[in-house]
């Protein structure tokens, strides 16, 4: 009886140690399922941005391998609205399943082409790594999409002088689904001249892929004699279904020149020697811009002087002139002969200037002086051959 007992208890004690095993196993069993199942993660920084119509985007994953084995898992997408599509791509190859050794990851690029034609809103889609782990995506349309071309210049206002030329960096977006060819032009006023630059060439059109841009130069030169002021230029790329229009305006601030002569255009005069003489000078605004603060100066021989009057000029104003007054003082050690003294009017903006040729002649004083000294010495002369001549 005892030894019925003990062996029932043996048996009992091995059953439960058989069912405490086998739940053990189950548990295990359990446990590396669910690992297995849990231990791959997708990951990107960006999981909700915001972009406009047309764009790509390029979301960079990361597949991470959680578990001790290694995991080989497909790569999709679901719920991608219609017309988007999208590639996978890792190592330089288009890839759709991919491989991750145990506690290690891999870099995978997705590119997601959103269409031109679309409307304003939210869209959302996942992308899994089989059925190991998804990750929820939304994208944000930022405007409502168009079938339309852009010509967009990054500056469209400049200022400068009429002899400048004006460079406007363009930019032309064929936001449409062909290849389109535009022919470029524009409405610039008579006489002026704009010319298009694309890639160092000097083009009248230019082709340009479905969702792509080209880089356009605007060159605009207006007239030699523009007046000063502002204008518009209107500027277009246009092909038979789509075109793109862009105003250019250019403020011109005048040109700017300066003459200095004589009313009679006379450059010549003539002094004695100590004594001075005023010549009549005209200053002519041949600009189309106003000219402020015109300074006279001189350079003349040494000991001389010019004094002007009035000795600065307030203002000239474009296409008029004023007149002034030079008085030239010659130094009394000159001898007689030409001179040439050099007058000058001068702006911030411009300059001119003007030689003048002087005649310095000695006083006529002298000049009889000498002459009765001559008379003088023949009389001498006379005298002394009639007094002692004949002996």
């Avoid at 083009?203 to 841009?213: F, G, K, L």
């Amino acid at each position: 009886m005892k030894f019925k007992v003990q062996t029932r208890r043996f048996w009992s004690k091995w059953m439960i140690i058989a069912c405490v095993g086998a739940i053990m196993l189950c548990m295990s069993t359990s446990v590396q399922t669910v690992k297995a199942a849990e231990g791959v993660t997708l990951f990107t920084p960006y999981t909700d941005i915001s972009v406009v119509p047309g764009e790509t985007i390029d979301y960079s994953l990361q597949v991470i391998n959680n578990t001790d084995t290694v995991q080989t898992v497909p790569l999709t997408v679901s719920g991608l609205p219609q017309d988007w599509s999208y590639e996978f791509s890792s190592g330089g190859w288009s890839v759709r399943e991919i491989s991750v050794l145990p506690e290690q990851e891999v870099t995978v690029n997705m590119d997601v082409e959103v269409p031109l034609q679309i409307d304003k809103g939210n869209y959302m889609f996942e992308v899994r790594a089989g059925s190991a782990a998804q990750l929820p995506l939304t994208v944000r349309i930022s405007e409502q999409g168009t079938y339309k071309s852009e010509l967009n210049v990054d500056q469209t206002n400049m200022e400068g002088l009429a002899d400048s030329t004006f460079t406007f960096d363009g930019e032309l977006r064929n936001r449409t689904a062909e290849e389109q060819v535009y022919a470029l032009s524009a409405k610039a006023p008579a006489g002026w001249e704009v010319q298009f630059t694309t890639n160092s060439d000097r083009v009248t059109s230019v082709s340009i892929e479905p969702n792509q841009t080209a880089s356009i130069n605007i060159s605009v030169r207006p007239p030699a004699q523009v007046a000063a002021g502002t204008y518009t230029i209107p500027v277009s790329a246009s092909t038979s279904s789509t075109s793109a229009n862009v105003e250019l305006e250019v403020v011109i601030t005048g040109t700017y020149g300066l003459e200095l002569t004589t009313p009679d255009g006379l450059l010549s005069t003539e002094v004695q020697a100590g004594k001075s003489k005023s010549l009549d000078l005209v200053v002519r605004n041949t600009g189309s811009t106003e000219l402020t603060d015109v300074q006279l100066s001189d350079s003349s021989p040494v000991d001389w002087e010019v004094e002007f009057e009035p000795a600065a000029i307030e203002s000239i104003p474009a296409g008029e002139s004023v007149r002034v007054t030079a008085k030239i003082t010659s130094s009394d050690q000159a001898i007689a002969g030409d001179y040439v003294s050099q007058i000058t009017a001068s702006t911030a903006e411009a300059t001119d200037s003007a030689e003048f040729r002087v005649a310095v002649k000695t006083s006529m004083l002298w000049g009889w002086i000498g002459i009765l000294i001559i008379i003088a010495a023949l009389g001498c002369v006379y005298y002394l051959f009639r007094k002692y001549g004949r002996r």
